[in-house]
């Protein structure tokens, strides 16, 4: 009992500690944030360098003359957060961008099937250039007048709207740069049907009469900034990431680039990089098998950047090469990712219970394709779940049910021994030994079950699918908390009728800990989204209903054998009181003989023995029931008046 108490001690305290956190990060959001330009305020000013490859992608590129043409770059100051030139726009089945043409950035991206929090009629802009968020796409060349995300681009068609049309897979905006030292560069933008994959390409000409050996850097640009919509308790991780064959899947977080503790690997020829947010991404895929150097970096308070440098290869005099990077933006699908680039369905991050929480996601697609409704999927998968624990549940509320069974004896003993809180706990042992109860068998199979549940749990919450996927009636997204709060009410009266279910804690503090803990995680449940609290609602209504039959069926068979063994005493009226008596002494003498005894327990056994020698000595003297219960003759009356005659 004592370890009861203290599990759920360290719950409600956890839970209010997070609760705190939360409220404070929600009522003190940072201090400040950038404001893009404002050239009059310095602390909107940024360095921004230029990428620079390492010694081994250097060395591994060959010759000295890419040493040369790397020093010839020449970082400067930009007064501006970003520079603004002519707008491009680009418009898909999928996706509506913008590129500006100063750096040739997409400096917008909107998803058309995913709906923005703040306007359901427009798209969620996962690329954007605010001032109150920022996140954008750049690239350039790295080498002596190559261009750069500096760089100002002309569009060469002299075209400012694309758009994918009927009959068509894609569709190509081609941006060119002023030619330097008879280097002309075009870079080539490549929007495809039916994904959200860019193609982002250069094309070297050179012109000049010397071979060049440049290199390719492909980066995002964003604030550390959570996207509108997150949870008031429940947060996901918001920032870079990247993955290699060899070191797997690894976050870089922000508060490490500040403190300069960030530690990842740089050098590959495998994986790739991204940044993250909840539902949606943006990462750079690299071809695997080619070398590249992955970088992260914090360049100024707020802003980060994080990106690939590849090189291009020699480019002779007369020859033009190209080099293609693949840019994805758009939502965590789980099993799209995956076809696109090994691991990264891993940025679906479910933690250390991945290995838990993707079979459990494949059965909830299993069930959507058949029900065509993830709030139904849910509930189906609730019962899945809560059908493979049955046993363990069973188990758990077997031992809950007795110990229900037995709580008013328990009580008693507490009573008996309220002084000496060390022979209380010996005469309980002693009891559930002679009952054969475990007073943790009704936890242990709730611990063995929470990891499922808890990977659930990161389940629901991490799956993009549930965006804006209604369930029924006023629930029309699954991923935000249910607006008119009905189904954290009936939680909360299901957990109260659940708290019922349980064998009441003899503890008074405990017990109010019970009586409070229903209310308290209610309120908790009133900010986590619909599709979580639709699952934990039918978790408790198929535990409660399993508790209940439980329940039932062992205090029916305690009354059974309580009133078996009365009759089996074959005493009257009053001798089912006087042996419930005689039974709650000798339990008693029991106890107390298990262990030392005190003068106070050494009196109580005296009194226990006079009492029950008296019982003996009136039962000898009482006739037997069955000689009481027969009735006697009636006189004869007749014989008795004609005697009296006479």
């Known amino acids: 009992m004592e370890t009861r108490k203290l599990i759920l001690i360290i719950i409600l305290s956890t839970s209010l500690l997070l609760l705190w956190e939360s409220w404070q990060k929600e009522t003190q959001p940072p201090v400040s944030q950038v404001t893009p330009g404002a050239a009059t305020d310095s602390g909107n000013q940024r360095h921004d360098p230029l990428p620079v490859p390492g010694d081994e992608l250097a060395a591994g590129a060959g010759g000295s003359g890419v040493a040369s043409g790397i020093e010839g770059v020449t970082p400067f100051i930009t007064p501006n957060l970003f520079e603004i030139g002519e707008k491009i726009q680009v418009t898909t089945d999928l996706v509506s961008a913008e590129i500006d043409t100063a750096g040739g950035d997409i400096r917008k991206l909107g998803l058309l099937e995913h709906p923005a929090r703040e306007d359901e009629t427009r798209p969620y802009e996962l690329l954007l250039d605010q001032s109150a968020r920022f996140q954008i796409s750049q690239s350039g060349l790295i080498g002596e007048g190559l261009p750069s995300h500096k760089t100002k681009y002309t569009v060469d068609s002299n075209k400012y709207n694309y758009e994918l049309r ?58 550390s900034k959570e996207p509108a919509g997150q949870g008031f308790l429940v947060h996901s991780y918001t920032g870079p990431a990247l993955y290699t064959e060899e070191e797997k899947f690894l976050k870089v977080k922000f508060s490490d680039l500040d403190k300069n503790k960030a530690e990842y690997p740089t050098n590959a020829d495998d994986g790739w990089i991204a940044m993250l947010e909840h539902y949606f991404l943006t990462a750079w895929l690299p071809e695997q098998g080619t070398p590249r150097e992955y970088y992260v970096k914090r360049l100024a308070h707020n802003q980060y950047t994080a990106g690939v440098i590849a090189p291009v290869g020699a480019v002779e005099p007369g020859q033009t090469q190209y080099i293609t990077m693949p840019f994805y933006a758009g939502p965590q699908e789980q099993k799209k990712l995956a076809e696109l680039s090994p691991g990264l369905d891993l940025t679906v991050d479910y933690g250390w219970l991945t290995v838990l929480a993707k079979p459990l996601f494949w059965l909830l697609s299993f069930y959507h394709s058949y029900v065509d409704n993830w709030g139904i999927a849910i509930i189906l998968l609730t019962l899945t779940v809560k059908l493979l624990f049955f046993p363990l549940s069973a188990a758990g509320y077997r031992s809950m049910a007795k110990l229900r069974v037995v709580t008013p004896k328990l009580q008693r003993i507490r009573e008996q021994y309220a002084g000496d809180r060390q022979r209380m706990h010996q005469a309980m042992m002693e009891f559930y030994k002679q009952e054969k109860i475990n007073p943790m068998g009704g936890c242990l199979p709730i611990l063995v079950q929470i990891p499922v549940f808890i990977a659930l749990f990161w389940t629901l919450l991490a799956a993009v699918e549930l965006r804006y996927a209604p369930l029924a009636l006023w629930i029309t997204d699954m991923s935000v908390p249910d607006p008119y709060y009905v189904l954290p009410l009936i939680m909360g009266v299901s957990m109260y009728i659940q708290s019922k279910l349980s064998p009441k804690p003899t503890d008074p503090i405990q017990a109010r800990i019970m009586q409070i803990m229903p209310v308290a995680f209610s309120i908790f449940f009133f900010f986590f989204p619909a599709g979580l609290v639709l699952y934990s609602l039918c978790n408790n209504i198929l535990s409660i209903a399993q508790q209940w039959q439980i329940t039932r069926m062992l205090e029916n068979k305690a009354e059974a054998e309580e009133e078996k063994k009365s009759k089996g005493k074959g005493r009257g009226k009053g001798a089912a009181a006087d042996e419930t008596e005689t039974d709650d002494l000798e339990e008693t003498k029991q106890l107390t003989h298990s262990g030392d005894t005190t003068a106070k327990d050494e009196k109580d056994i005296e009194d226990a023995e006079v009492i029950e020698n008296k019982e003996a000595a009136v039962a000898e003297k009482e006739p037997p029931a069955a000689a009481q219960a027969q009735p006697k003759p009636k006189p004869r009356r007749g014989k008795g008046r004609k005697g009296k005659k006479r």
């Open 166 to 223: 009927p009959g068509e897979d894609s569709v190509s905006v081609r941006l060119l740069a002023p030619e330097v030292n008879g280097i002309q560069v075009a870079k080539i933008y490549t929007f495809h049907r039916g994904t959200y994959v860019i193609d982002v390409s250069f094309e070297i000409n050179n012109h000049s009469d010397s071979t060049i050996l440049p290199f390719s850097y492909f980066q995002m640009m964003r604030d």
